[in-house]
């Protein structure tokens, strides 16, 4: 099993909807766990960190944890355009080194 | 705001050249990482380290060395470049403890002809 998992194919979404990813992670003593965006191009840059169970929000993003199931998820509430970008889950499982999963492209259609 | 520089934005070498590719970073930061990124591959650690002069491998170090002399600065070496090496490669820097987030910077494309 990979370390971090993002299984989901390319997902659009209407404008104005939500946008829900998802990603699961092997290692149970990760604490660590991020979301960054890419936007085509360009570098990842951090859009979400969550270090414990439960829900985080920051603006229309909310990200969610439960370690017990090993899963993290991101929310993108009324999803625009500017949206649309590959997004990568990554995890730190306490070593220094952040461990990446392939990434979700999101395309929002206006 | 943390700022991390990679040296270029876009690189062309030739098959068995000896290439560097450097990254600096402006935030103190102990932690370094050189990262590739493929298409359908995402991204994969080359190298890390987490203080002067110490390195660890990372998922893919073959045909890979790295050079940390100073903190701020950390550098990627393709002993003798192959096609298979023509990629993004991005740095990115972090600070202790562990778990921190990761900054990256603007990635260098590197093609190897």
């Known amino acids: 099993q990979k370390e971090v998992e993002q299984n989901s194919g390319p997902l659009s979404v209407p404008e104005g909807a939500i946008a829900s990813l998802n990603c699961t992670y092997s290692?149970?003593?990760?604490?660590?766990f991020f979301w960054y965006r890419q936007y085509s191009g360009k570098s990842p840059e951090l859009i979400m960190s969550i270090y414990s169970n439960g829900d985080k929000e920051d603006g229309r993003f909310t990200a969610q944890l439960n370690k017990a199931s090993q899963y993290v998820s991101l929310l993108i509430r009324d999803s625009q355009p500017s949206d649309s970008a590959t997004y990568l889950c990554a995890v730190n499982n306490g070593n220094n080194r952040l461990a990446f999963g392939k990434g979700n492209q999101v395309v929002v259609i206006p | 705001d943390v700022k991390v520089t990679q040296s270029s934005r876009y690189l062309v070498k030739r098959t068995g050249e000896k290439v560097f590719l450097e990254c600096v970073q402006d935030?103190?930061?102990?932690?370094m990482f050189w990262y590739r990124q493929d298409p359908g591959l995402g991204l994969r650690l080359i190298y890390f380290?987490?203080?002067?002069?110490?390195?660890e491998k990372g998922d893919i170090p073959e045909g890979y060395s790295v050079s940390r002399e100073k903190k701020e600065r950390f550098s990627l070496i393709l002993e003798s470049a192959s096609t298979n090496q023509t990629s993004m490669y991005l740095c990115?820097?972090?600070?202790?403890?562990?778990?921190?987030?990761?900054?990256f910077g603007q990635g260098t494309r590197l093609t190897v002809v």
């Open positions: 380290s987490y203080d002067v002069k110490m390195k």
């Open positions: 990115a820097s972090s600070n202790r403890p562990a778990g921190t987030e990761a900054f």
């Open positions: 290692d149970r003593g990760s604490q660590s």
């Open positions: 935030m103190d930061h102990e932690n």
